[in-house]
């Protein structure tokens, strides 16, 4: 809805959904932090590193922070903010995926589920508390052991334990806008099921959605980030930040810039995304408002 | 309260059915046959008269449903299976190691809440104030930080600053030497617990300013109750709510194994021990911990419905008819 009437019953035009997000301070600087990462991302997946990320300088193993390597180098002597940008290019390219896959998938589930209700909604809704009852590392881990290790396989294990989040939270508005009268209209004159969901039930439970998609992104980057740790997700020598923090482990007593920055990274990109989710809540979904 | 207790018992026996069946697929979908799996390298060293008695023995000739109701049939005996690696049932590693994952469990559930409810409870009758702005700040740290980065900073701060090495040599029982003991799970009790306290923090918070709003507040305050009266005796108790439901699924997944924390600080608990089960591809033994570890989450997700009513007398599960 772009516009509203005021007090005198005129039409005035509302101000635009990113006008109202750097209106509020915590969507602004999500935004801006947001923007920044994909920035970097960006930039490792045009090569434009200092150095090739997994090149190797024997010579200069273990340096602080210098003029040649402006963030130090690693126990194999690469340089760390090469590394660093294409570790955010690697661990964005996992969240954005899962998050596309599970959003599409969760999404799909929970409107159908819902519009359909009855038996169906029922069955579904259960098959989702079966995956709710794993805690989401362990989950990933399952899906780990059976496809492998690797990038797609990691964006799978996520995947599939986002899914119900999304299926979750895709049906409930689902439940109450099919029961509004403009969708018994919609029947009355005969339109096709798939024409009424996808026309005049989706777009009007986005709100959640565009909300949800932002705090799973956060949440992939933390989980692709703890299996990599844990040596499951992506492999090295290509870097994520969950991979350059498991490597610093040991070491980061006499080399601790391989684990401080490395956790900055993912300590910002997560509260970027968790700040534009905050945001976005406020702006989009007035009802869903936190208390401040 | 019986009749209630009775209905959920029923209500969670398809979600437990669905668990098993998944548990048992998501392992039947692994590559490979089930004897090479079980087995490992070992496996290329059999003959094939020996494979086969093997298969029959663990009754892989048979149809995959018949294989699905006898494992089933099995593990509602409380036989979850033996693990090849460790020459052991799975149950009994399963209990060996789940005194420590619950003593974790505890431990950060406890540290959690405490900083968690006083800090929120801090930052929603001190709104907007100076307090109020460290609680947030110290929040949003806590969600963004993953607790393996906790972690590690905390071993490097008490390494190099402090001379302590908490993920260092073997783990003592709490009945052995119980300081000894403490001193080894408080560290990782404590990355734990800080990462939990952020959103316990920010729940408590919402809900206690949401009280703090409501009528009966200020008629307590009007009666020219003390300030801490209020807060403690009806604001504090109305907020808890919340806190209880978020407590029960941490808690649930902290009995799951806190996989992360327990290999950083070394710890044989149930989420390294399925860990470990995973990287030496003990399929028994990953199939039996999943399995135990969901069967928690939903058992303990539904004492907290119960939960409930013992804070809430408007909560009661006894039919009014």
């Given at each position: 809805?772009?516009?509203?009437?005021?007090?005198?019953?005129?039409?005035?035009?509302?101000?635009?959904?990113?006008?109202?997000?750097?209106?509020?301070?915590?969507?602004?600087?999500?935004?801006?932090?947001?923007?920044?990462?994909?920035?970097?991302?960006?930039?490792?997946?045009?090569?434009?590193?200092?150095?090739?990320?997994?090149?190797?300088?024997?010579?200069?193993?273990?340096?602080?922070?210098?003029?040649?390597?402006?963030?130090?180098?690693?126990?194999?002597?690469?340089?760390?903010?090469?590394?660093?940008?294409?570790?955010?290019?690697?661990?964005?390219?996992?969240?954005?995926?899962?998050?596309?896959?599970?959003?599409?998938?969760?999404?799909?589930?929970?409107?159908?589920?819902?519009?359909?209700?009855?038996?169906?909604?029922?069955?579904?809704?259960?098959?989702?508390?079966?995956?709710?009852?794993?805690?989401?590392?362990?989950?990933?881990?399952?899906?780990?052991?059976?496809?492998?290790?690797?990038?797609?396989?990691?964006?799978?294990?996520?995947?599939?334990?986002?899914?119900?989040?999304?299926?979750?939270?895709?049906?409930?508005?689902?439940?109450?806008?099919?029961e509004m009268e403009y969708i018994t209209a919609a029947r009355c004159?005969?339109?096709?099921?798939?024409?009424?969901?996808?026309?005049?039930?989706?777009?009007?439970?986005?709100?959640?959605?565009?909300?949800?998609?932002?705090?799973?992104?956060?949440?992939?980057?933390?989980?692709?980030?703890?299996?990599?740790?844990?040596?499951?997700?992506?492999?090295?020598?290509?870097?994520?930040?969950?991979?350059?923090?498991?490597?610093?482990?040991?070491?980061?007593?006499?080399?601790?810039?391989?684990?401080?920055?490395?956790?900055?990274?993912?300590?910002?990109?997560?509260?970027?995304?968790?700040?534009?989710?905050?945001?976005?809540?406020?702006v989009l979904d007035p009802r869903m408002k936190r208390l401040r | 309260?019986?009749?209630?207790?009775?209905?959920?018992?029923?209500?969670?026996?398809?979600?437990?059915?669905?668990?098993?069946?998944?548990?048992?697929?998501?392992?039947?979908?692994?590559?490979?046959?089930?004897?090479?799996?079980?087995?490992?390298?070992?496996?290329?060293?059999?003959?094939?008269?020996?494979?086969?008695?093997?298969?029959?023995?663990?009754?892989?000739?048979?149809?995959?449903?018949?294989?699905?109701?006898?494992?089933?049939?099995?593990?509602?005996?409380?036989?979850?299976?033996?693990?090849?690696?460790?020459?052991?049932?799975?149950?009994?590693?399963?209990?060996?190691?789940?005194?420590?994952?619950?003593?974790?469990?505890?431990?950060?559930?406890?540290?959690?809440?405490?900083?968690?409810?006083?800090?929120?409870?801090?930052?929603?009758?001190?709104?907007?104030?100076?307090?109020d702005l460290f609680g947030r700040l110290v929040a949003l740290t806590?969600?963004?930080?993953?607790?393996?980065?906790?972690?590690?900073?905390?071993?490097?701060?008490?390494?190099?600053?402090?001379?302590?090495?908490?993920?260092?040599?073997?783990?003592?029982?709490?009945?052995?030497?119980?300081?000894?003991?403490?001193?080894?799970?408080?560290?990782?009790?404590?990355?734990?617990?800080?990462?939990?306290?952020?959103?316990?923090?920010?729940?408590?918070?919402?809900?206690?300013?949401?009280?703090?709003?409501?009528?009966?507040?200020?008629?307590?305050?009007?009666?020219?109750?003390?300030?801490?009266?209020?807060?403690?005796?009806?604001?504090?108790?109305?907020?808890?709510?919340?806190?209880?439901?978020?407590?029960?699924?941490?808690?649930?997944?902290?009995?799951?194994?806190?996989?992360?924390?327990?290999?950083?600080?070394?710890?044989?608990?149930?989420?390294?021990?399925?860990?470990?089960?995973?990287?030496?591809?003990?399929?028994?033994?990953?199939?039996?911990?999943?399995?135990?570890?969901?069967?928690?989450?939903?058992?303990?997700?539904?004492?907290?419905?119960?939960?409930?009513?013992?804070?809430?007398?408007?909560?009661?599960?006894?039919?009014?008819?």
């Open positions: 809805m772009s516009a509203r009437s005021d007090s005198a019953g005129e039409l005035v035009k509302e101000p635009s959904v990113l006008r109202r997000l750097l209106r509020s301070r915590s969507g602004a600087l999500g935004l801006v932090i947001v923007v920044f990462y994909v920035t970097v991302a960006v930039l490792g997946l045009l090569q434009i590193t200092p150095y090739p990320p997994t090149e190797q300088h024997r010579a200069d193993r273990l340096q602080g922070p210098s003029s040649q390597y402006y963030l130090g180098t690693d126990m194999f002597g690469r340089d760390l903010l090469s590394r660093l940008i294409k570790g955010s290019t690697n661990s964005l390219y996992v969240a954005f995926s899962c998050v596309a896959i599970s959003g599409t998938l969760g999404t799909l589930i929970g409107t159908a589920s819902a519009y359909i209700g009855g038996t169906f909604d029922n069955v579904m809704m259960r098959i989702m508390d079966v995956f709710f009852a794993f805690p989401a590392i362990l989950l990933a881990l399952l899906v780990v052991v059976i496809l492998g290790r690797g990038l797609d396989k990691t964006i799978i294990a996520i995947a599939v334990v986002y899914t119900p989040i999304f299926a979750r939270v895709a049906r409930g508005p689902v439940l109450s806008v099919k004159i005969g339109m096709h099921h798939r024409r009424i969901v996808f026309f005049h039930v989706l777009p009007n439970t986005l709100a959640p959605l565009i909300v949800q998609v932002s705090l799973a992104l956060s949440w992939s980057l933390l989980t692709e980030a703890g299996l990599s740790f844990l040596g499951l997700g992506i492999q090295p020598p290509e870097p994520s930040w969950g991979v350059m923090l498991s490597e610093s482990q040991g070491i980061s007593e006499i080399a601790p810039w391989l684990m401080i920055y490395p956790g900055l990274a993912i300590m910002l990109g997560v509260l970027g995304f968790n700040l534009l989710g905050d945001g976005l809540r406020d | 309260m019986l009749r209630y207790l009775a209905q959920r018992l029923v209500a969670v026996i398809p979600t437990l059915f669905g668990i098993s069946l998944l548990v048992f697929i998501a392992i039947r979908l692994v590559p490979g046959d089930a004897i090479t799996t079980m087995l490992g390298t070992e496996a290329g060293m059999l003959t094939e008269t020996q494979r086969a008695s093997l298969e029959a023995y663990f009754g892989l000739d048979k149809p995959v449903i018949e294989q699905y109701f006898s494992w089933m049939s099995r593990v509602l005996q409380g036989d979850l299976g033996y693990s090849v690696r460790h020459g052991k049932p799975v149950l009994t590693l399963i209990l060996e190691r789940f005194p420590v994952t619950l003593e974790l469990a505890l431990l950060s559930l406890i540290i959690a809440l405490t900083i968690g409810i006083s800090i929120g409870t801090l930052s929603a009758v001190r709104h907007n104030s100076m307090i806590g969600l963004a930080a993953p607790n393996f980065l906790i972690g590690t900073l905390l071993i490097y701060t008490l390494s190099v600053y402090f001379g302590i090495l908490p993920n260092a040599g073997d783990y003592t029982d709490f009945t052995e030497n119980p300081l000894k003991n403490l001193g080894q799970i408080i560290f990782p009790a404590l990355t734990l617990g800080f990462s939990f306290s952020a959103s316990v923090m920010r729940t408590t918070r919402s809900a206690m300013l949401e009280v703090l709003g409501q009528d009966y507040i200020r008629t307590a305050h009007g009666k020219g109750l003390r300030p801490r009266a209020v807060i403690f005796g009806h604001a504090v108790r109305n907020a808890l709510i919340p806190i209880v439901t978020l407590a029960g699924v941490e808690l649930g997944y902290l009995l799951g194994g806190a996989v992360i924390v327990e290999k950083i600080f070394a710890l044989p608990g149930i989420g390294r021990l399925t860990l470990n089960a995973i990287s030496q591809r003990d399929y028994a033994l990953i199939q039996g911990a999943t399995l135990f570890i969901a069967f928690n989450f939903v058992v303990i997700n539904m004492l907290v419905d119960l939960l409930y009513a013992a804070i809430d007398p408007r909560i009661s599960y006894v039919s009014k008819k």
